[in-house]
Each structure stands twice: as structure tokens, then as C-alpha cells.
């Protein structure tokens, strides 16, 4: 018995959410450890911070507040939120086709 459409479309909408929450938890993780203080010679720190500076690349210094950890919070912040929203957006769409 071979799948039917609604199980492929199914499919393909928690693939696009899963990579979309993931993308997310990266730019999140590195807001995290940025407010922490990670030390950024550790090589995750270092590889977290490269992954979110990608994803986030179009929104990282969007803003231009005074203090730093504003910048990061609502830059990063602002990529995480769009990534969610458009991610499940899109997958709640394909379930329904």
C-alpha cells in the first residue's frame, strides 16, 4: 500500500517545521550564551555564534540601540521570531493541501 497524498504533504509540513524550529533554537541558543557571556574561544560558542550570524544575517544589526545586548536580543530576536512564524505558517498550509 503506498502512501497517500495527505501522508507526503503531512510529512512535508513537519520537515519545514522542524528546520524552521531548529534555525530558531540555533539564533536562541547564541542570545543565550551572548547574555551569559560564553566564552567565545570555545568551539561550540564559536560555531553557535557563526550559525546564528548566518541565519540571522539580514536582521543582525537591524537595530542600533545603545547597548549591546539590546542589539543582539532584538536582532537575533527578530530572526528567530520570523523563522517560527513563517516556518509553521507555511507548514500549516501544506497540511491543509
Do not use: Q
Not at 509540513?13 to 528546520?19: F, G, H, Y
Not at 567565545?40 to 540571522?56: P, T
Amino acid at each position: 500500500m503506498s502512501p497517500g497524498k495527505g501522508t507526503r504533504s503531512s510529512t512535508a509540513a513537519r520537515v519545514i517545521a522542524v528546520v524552521a524550529d531548529v534555525m530558531a533554537a540555533i539564533i536562541g541558543l547564541w542570545i543565550l550564551m551572548y547574555l551569559l557571556d560564553a566564552n567565545r574561544a570555545n568551539d561550540l560558542v564559536d560555531f553557535v555564534r557563526g550559525a546564528a550570524r548566518w541565519l540571522a544575517g539580514w536582521s543582525y544589526d537591524l537595530f542600533t540601540f545603545d547597548e549591546a545586548w539590546a542589539r543582539v536580543v532584538a536582532g537575533y530576536g527578530l530572526a528567530a521570531a520570523v523563522y517560527l512564524f513563517v516556518g509553521h505558517a507555511v507548514a500549516s498550509h501544506i497540511r491543509r493541501y
